[in-house]
């Protein structure tokens, strides 16, 4: 690591410590120059997550769109920030891990529908009325009778 004083390049590391949520490592350094001491922060690098639409085109993965979707499907409900930040960090860290640099929107939706319906039916519904795009009210109908159905069975 190159010193931002005297430009040598190298310095000791004199403590290290977790920062933020856990991913990143902050590192106090000493040069071994001049002696004078600066902080470093080494972070994993992200490939990034790449969504295929279903037109087709290619998107990187926002996880702040999905935040908003959630957002719009929980309001007025009584569920917390804490637990929405909680599930887009759940749904990109199993994109992630299935070691794929593409993902489909479609799988996206699918995954954010199943933590949704553990989470809240309304969230579950208002989501699923804009995603599956319900063309009438039977096909809306006929998804909360699968929700009613599947309920029961739970029970």
Partial sequence: MRCPFCKKADSRVIDSRSAEDGNTIRRRRECTGCGKRFTTYEVVEKIPLMVIKNDGHRQVFDRNKLLNGLIRSCDKLDISMEELTSMVDDIERELRNTMEQEVTAKSI?????????????????????????????????????GLIKEKKEKD
Avoid: H, P, W
């Avoid at 309304?122 to 599956?132: C, G, K, L, M, N």
């Fill in 109 to 145: 939706g699918e995954l954010v529908m199943e933590k949704l319906k553990a989470l809240d039916e309304v969230a579950y519904i208002r989501f699923a009325s804009v995603y599956r795009k319900f063309t009438d009210i039977s096909s809306f109908q006929n998804e909360l009778e």
